[in-house]
């Protein structure tokens, strides 16, 4: 039974760096075909995907967030982490990991998801 499960501060300074690690149990992320990704969701909002981390390790982002933002893996630990630099109010939202699976175009599995507050 594959499960993701997200964790990191529910509230961060503006300017700071943001940064969610996803745990994943049942499956290597190095499986073959597999992309990991982050996504979140504001009120008023719409999902918004931020970006992937493949099993091969390279990373692929949003447009929205590129400038701002990473995703790095610990494969002795099989997590994926975000890091999101100099956050805003805006930037506040429920994150949420995710696996696309081979074949892509959807995401089957996802974490519950985790509330994260930018204020001061």
């Known amino acids: 039974q594959v499960q993701l499960q997200e964790s990191g501060p529910g509230l961060v300074k503006p300017s700071q760096t943001l940064s969610l690690t996803c745990t994943v149990s049942?499956?290597?992320?190095?499986?073959?075909?597999?992309?990991w990704s982050w996504l979140r969701q504001s009120p008023g909002k719409g999902l918004e995907w931020i970006g992937y981390?493949?099993?091969?390790?390279?990373?692929y982002y949003s447009p929205s967030f590129e400038t701002r933002t990473s995703i790095s893996r610990d494969m002795s630990k099989n997590q994926f982490t975000l890091h999101l630099r100099s956050v805003t109010p805006e930037d506040s939202a429920v994150y949420y990991c995710?696996?696309?699976?081979?074949?892509?175009?959807?995401?089957?599995?996802w974490g519950q998801g985790t509330l994260v507050t930018v204020s001061s």
């Open positions: 995710a696996r696309d699976p081979p074949g892509g175009g959807y995401f089957d599995e």
């Open positions: 981390i493949a099993y091969s390790g390279s990373s």
């Open positions: 049942g499956i290597s992320i190095e499986t073959d075909q597999y992309y």
